[in-house]
Every structure is written in C-alpha cells, then in structure tokens.
C-alpha cells in the first residue's frame, strides 16, 4: 500500500476491474474500517466477515457509478450510506428469522442485543465514530516513522494523561524539551489526518 495515494487516482483506478493493485491498495485502506463499524453494531464473527465480504462486493459493482465531487459528495458519505443499509438489513432479516424460531418453539427467550432494530440514525453515529478513531489510528501509524521510539512513546504518554514533569522527570529531558516534541508530533498528526481525510473521504 503506498504512503501517499490520491484520492482521485485510487478511486478511479480501483473502478477498474482489470487493476487488481487497485483494488487490493483500496480494500487495504476500507476493510478495518468496515470491519469496526459492522463489529461495533454487535454483529459477531462469521457475520462480520460476511458483511465485510458484501460490503466491497457491493463498492465493486457500484463504485464505477460515483462521481467525486467535492462540492456535492463525498466517498465516504456514499460508502457509510451503503454500509448502513447493509447493516440495517442484516439486522433486520436476522431478527425475523429469530422471531419465527421463537414462535415456532413458543418460547420466548430474550432476543439478543444485536437483533433489537436499530434506527439509521444510530448506525451513522457509530459510522461517524469509527470513522473519526480510524483516521486518527491511521494516521499516528502513517508518522511514526517519523520520529524516534521515545517521541512517539513520550506523545503517547501525553495522550493518556501524563504529566510533562513526570515525562520529563523519567525521561531525564526538560520540560520545555516535552512541550517542543509534543508540539512537533502534534501538528504532524494533524497534517496527516488532513491529508487522510482529503484521499478518502
């Protein structure tokens, strides 16, 4: 998977059905999302997989009929719509073949949590969530080659709540030196998601 695809040429390169780097650069970059959001929903290995499997199923016979449009859509706003309705619909249909069972049983034992309905409005929250962690994880991997083990460790730190005279005490540094390496990862990050977001979104 390169560092730094764009966008526009990802995306019509992976319309092309001949273009197996394509896709597999494309699939690379979407499948742990994907994964996240159906497993969030509480859809369970092997759903998950199977969800997975239908949702690229779907982008690939679909893909070729979206236009990028920065002033009008968005990828991502047309792949988290097709997630949700995947998921929706799964949902859905396995909540009826529950009820059915337990009607053929006359037994009527507590449905479990993932087949309770759930409105379209819940799944794009936990679209837009899953989303937002997802970026952010993608790219703290994408920089820390960047900077040197301890920077990372020592922003990581920061993240969780550390202190900076408690890093700076550990770590035998000044904690004007914290502050610096914090400032200089900080705003790397933030590049980083910016340019995530303008090649996936």
Request: glycine letters at 2%; charged letters at 30%.
């Amino acid at each position: 998977m390169s560092a730094y695809p764009t966008r526009h040429t990802l995306l019509h390169r992976a319309r092309d059905r001949g273009d197996q780097a394509a896709w597999a650069e494309f699939t690379g970059y979407y499948r742990d999302f994907i994964y996240m959001v159906v497993h969030k929903m509480g859809i369970k290995h092997p759903d998950s997989d199977d969800l997975v499997q239908a949702s690229f199923l779907k982008i690939w016979k679909n893909i070729d009929r979206f236009k990028v449009d920065d002033e009008r859509a968005k990828f991502r706003t047309w792949l988290s719509t097709m997630i949700r309705n995947l998921v929706i619909n799964h949902i859905n249909q396995r909540k009826g073949a529950f009820e059915k069972q337990q009607s053929m049983e006359d037994n009527r034992n507590v449905m479990p949590k993932f087949l309770h309905s759930v409105s379209e409005t819940e799944v794009d929250e936990v679209i837009q969530k899953e989303w937002e962690a997802y970026v952010v994880n993608l790219a703290m991997k994408n920089i820390k080659t960047l900077f040197s083990e301890r920077a990372i460790e020592i922003f990581s730190l920061l993240l969780d709540g550390a202190d900076t005279k408690t890093i700076s005490e550990r770590y035998g540094i000044e904690e004007n030196s914290v502050h610096k390496l914090k400032n200089r990862v900080k705003n790397r990050l933030i590049e980083e998601i910016q340019r995530i977001r303008e090649n996936l979104e």
